[in-house]
T-cell receptor, first 114, second 112 residues
C-alpha cells in the first residue's frame, strides 16, 4: 500500500495568495484528518471527515481555511488569503472504520508564506 | 482541561540508556493514550497505546506506564539505540470522538 499521499511536499507562497494542499487517504479508510504542526502549538487537529462528510471543524482557525472531501480518495485544504502565520507543516491522516484508533499520517506539506 | 502536558521538551541519552518521557492530562473522559514517533521529514506513526484499565503495556523495547489516579502516563525505551532518535508525542482521546489531543513533543537523541 502506498500510504497516505500528500502534495505538494513543499509550498512557498506570498502573503495574500491562495494555497491548496492535497491529500489521498489510504484506500478503504473511512476517516480523514487534517492537522497543522508548528513549533509553538505542536500538532493541532483542524478538521476531520467520516465517509466524506465533515464531522468536526472546530479546529479550523478562521474563515480563511476551508476543507473539502469530494470523494473517498481525495481531500483538499485551502487557505485564502494566506498569511505568514499560516507557515507550518500540514499533515493529512486517515483511519479505517472500526475499533482501532490508529491514524496513519502522510509525509506532510511544509508551507511557507512570505 | 483539554490539554496534554508533556515533558521534557528534549532529551539526550547514551546508547543503552532508558529515556523516560512523561505526560499528564486533566480530562477524565480520555480513555485511549497512544504514543506516536516522528522522524525528520516524516509524519508521526503509532508506536504503542494503552487504555486506562491496565497500568502497563510493553511492546518490544517500548513500555507505557499508566497511573490513572494521578492522570499521568509515561513512555520508557529500554536499551535505547541511535535509531530511536526521533520526536515522540503522547496523545489522548475520548472514545467515539477520534479527536486526538497531542502533547507538545519530546525530541530524543540517542548517542552512539
Amino acid at each position: 500500500d502506498a500510504g497516505v499521499i500528500q502534495s505538494p511536499r513543499h509550498e512557498v507562497t506570498e502573503m495574500g495568495q491562495e494555497v491548496t494542499l492535497r491529500c489521498k487517504p489510504i484506500s478503504g479508510h473511512d476517516y480523514l484528518f487534517w492537522y497543522r504542526q508548528t513549533m509553538m502549538r505542536g500538532l493541532e487537529l483542524l478538521i476531520y471527515f467520516n465517509n466524506n462528510v465533515p464531522i468536526d471543524d472546530s479546529g479550523m482557525p478562521e474563515d480563511r481555511f476551508s476543507a473539502k472531501m469530494p470523494n473517498a480518495s481525495f481531500s483538499t485544504l485551502k487557505i485564502q488569503p494566506s498569511e505568514p502565520r499560516d507557515s507550518a507543516v500540514y499533515f493529512c491522516a486517515s483511519k479505517l472504520a472500526g475499533p482501532s484508533y490508529e491514524q496513519y499520517f502522510g509525509p506532510g506539506t511544509r508551507l511557507t508564506v512570505t | 482541561q483539554q490539554q496534554v502536558k508533556q515533558s521534557p521538551q528534549s532529551l539526550i541519552v547514551q546508547k543503552g540508556g532508558i529515556p523516560i518521557i512523561n505526560c499528564a492530562y486533566e480530562n477524565t473522559a480520555f480513555d485511549y493514550f497512544p504514543w506516536y514517533q516522528q522522524f525528520p521529514g516524516k509524519g508521526p506513526a503509532l508506536l504503542i497505546a494503552i487504555r486506562p484499565d491496565v497500568s502497563e503495556k510493553k511492546e518490544g523495547r517500548f513500555t507505557i506506564s499508566f497511573n490513572k489516579s494521578a492522570k499521568q502516563f509515561s513512555l520508557h525505551i529500554m536499551d535505547s539505540q541511535p535509531g530511536d532518535s526521533a520526536t515522540y508525542f503522547c496523545a489522548a482521546l475520548s472514545s467515539g470522538t477520534y479527536k486526538y489531543i497531542f502533547g507538545t513533543g519530546t525530541r530524543l537523541k540517542v548517542l552512539a
